[in-house]
């Protein structure tokens, strides 16, 4: 299984960027799918999340800017990211969590919100 992210880069404070996650291969449809970040110096934390079964969860940081959505039938989940600030500078990972343990990562996407 490989995950493909896309649509990072630079964008200016206020603006807006979609990361979109595409998984090739066959993963258990019970899953958990989700975006994390990690920043300079920082942590890797969760974004937020999405279950097979449409439940979401988001950080305190990002809740009513961020929306995660998902596909299932192509094995993609999504994230729309508005009123970005440059605190949400960090490269994006996204992953995906299946039934049976698997974990599996994107190679991860530089947003950068500067202006």
């Known amino acids: 299984v490989q995950l493909q992210a896309s649509g990072g880069g630079l964008v200016q404070p206020g603006g807006s960027l979609r990361l979109s996650c595409a998984a090739s291969?066959?993963?258990?449809?019970?899953?958990?799918k989700g975006w994390y970040r990690q920043a300079p110096g920082k942590r890797r934390e969760l974004v937020a999340s999405?279950?097979?079964?449409?439940?979401?969860n988001y950080a305190d940081s990002v809740k009513g800017r961020f929306t995660v959505s998902s596909d299932n039938a192509k094995n993609t989940v999504y994230l729309q990211m508005n009123s970005l600030k440059p605190e949400d500078t960090a490269v994006y990972y996204c992953?995906?969590?299946?039934?049976?343990?698997?974990?599996?990562w994107g190679q991860g996407t530089l947003v950068t919100v500067s202006s």
């Open positions: 992953n995906v969590y299946a039934f049976g343990g698997n974990d599996y």
């Open positions: 291969g066959t993963i258990s449809s019970i899953n958990v």
């Open positions: 999405i279950t097979s079964g449409g439940s979401t």
